[in-house]
Structure formats: C-alpha cells, structure tokens
C-alpha cells in the first residue's frame, strides 16, 4: 500500500483529467470546436512515449557502463510500452486530424515525423530480436538506443518547427499556450500528462518484473 | 486503499461538475450539456478505466506473489 501510493495518484489523475476534461470549461474556438479537449488525451500519450524513451536510453547508457543484464531488460520494456503509447498517440492523432484539418494523414511533418520515430523504435526491437548472442544482444541494442534517442526527439520536437507545419507551436502557427489564456486548460492539461506518465511507468515496471521472473525460471 | 480512492473521486467530481459552460458565437455542444446526457458518456468512460486500472492492480498483485515465490 505505501509503496503504491504512486499508482493510486496515477490512477487519480487519469481520472480527474477525464471528468475535468469531459465537463470543465473550454475555450470556444472556431474548427476545433469541442475537439479541443482532445489535448487531454492525444498529447499525454505522446509525452508518456517521449518519457519512457528517455528512461530507456538512461538505462541503455547504465548497461554500457555497468553491463547489468537488468539494465538492458528495463530499456527494452520502457521501448516496448513506448511503442504502444506512440500508436494510441498516432491513431488518436489520425482521428483528431480527420474532423479537424480534414484528413486522417495530411502529411503534416510532424506527423510524418513521429510515423518515422515510432519505426525507429520498431527498429530496435526487431535488432534485438535478430541477435542471438545475449551480450551482443544487449550491447549493439543499448549503442542504437542512444542513437535512436536524439533523432526521435529532433524529428519530433525540432524538424516540425522548421517547416510549416499544421500542429500548434510549429512552423509560425501559435502554441497551445495561446489557446488557454485563463490557463483553465493547463489545470487539467498537466495532472493528465503526469498522471499518464505514471501509468506507463507502472505498465513497464510490471512488464519489467514479469521478464526478469521468466529469466529466473529460464536459468 | 478502496476507501481514499473513492472519497478523492467523490470530492473531484464535485468540484469539476460545478465547473460551469459559457456560451459564444462558436458551435460547441451546448445541446448534450444541457440536456445533462454527457454525464452518461462521461459515467461509461470512467468506468472503463477504473476497470482496466483496477485489472492493473490485480496484475500487479498477481506479480508481487510470484516474486515472492521464487
């Protein structure tokens, strides 16, 4: 119980950014109309992505310091939730897209962008996949993580902003922060990233001691 | 653990549904609020989640017994 205090706040927020996102204020904008509230959810899964690929590569770069097998099993499974949180945030993205600027994939850049990132991060697992050699394994993936790792973020954070693009913030269009001027967005905004955050944490941390359980009955 | 959860949803839903829906030029979905059916929408999400969170600590649970099995 103390030590899932974690998870309970993680499953509050989850909760409170439905309800407040569903029922609380919004401002009223033209095109996205109730659409808006999308932010709750669309944008937390891709900050749970970017967080769970930052703790992978924190890990990838612990396992070349440390050659702790456990450090290289938290790297992959951080890639594995993050892969699905990138999905939910691609398809979530693709509805949104589709009642908003008219077309499930407009070839925006930063949607090109993050399809380019997330088979990036296919790429890793299907590398570790095709070695057999643990060690080798273990090392070749943790050197391609770090690689993986800035791309993912100059594609995602950097490349969008250069060109036009049609996301907020980017290419000369105004950033969310001009959406919310009486911040009543922020106030559900934030407790909904950082509680999804906690729950990808959790779904690896689970997934985590699931593998290293299996390794043990292996051995 | 049930307990604290349930109050802290309790106290949140009340606070948020006082949260009250201004009107302008731009079409929102003034009709589904008023007619309070979002509420309905809103009930089924939530309880979609509190299951799947709730399937969550079950696994969870279901893990930590194996762990200290072995």
Redesign the interface.
Known sequence: ?KE?WW??LA??L???S???G????VP???IL??TIRNLYFHVPMWFTMVILYLISVIYSIKYLSSGNENHDLLAVECVNTGVVFGFLGLVTGMIWGNYTWGSPWPNDPKMNSAAISTLMYLAYLVLRNSLEEEQKRARISAVYNIFAFPVMIVLLFILPRLTDSLHPGNGGNPGFSSYDLDSRMRMVFYPACFGWIL?GV??TT?QY??RK?QN?QLN | MRKYFVTASMVLFTAISSLAQSTSGVDMADELRSSGKIYVVVAVITIILLALIGYLFSIDRKVKKLEKKN
């Open positions: 119980m899932n998870k309970i499953s509050v989850v909760i409170y439905l309800w407040a569903m029922l609380g204020a009223e904008l033209p109309h109730e729950i959790w779904i689970i001691r699931l359980l043990k």
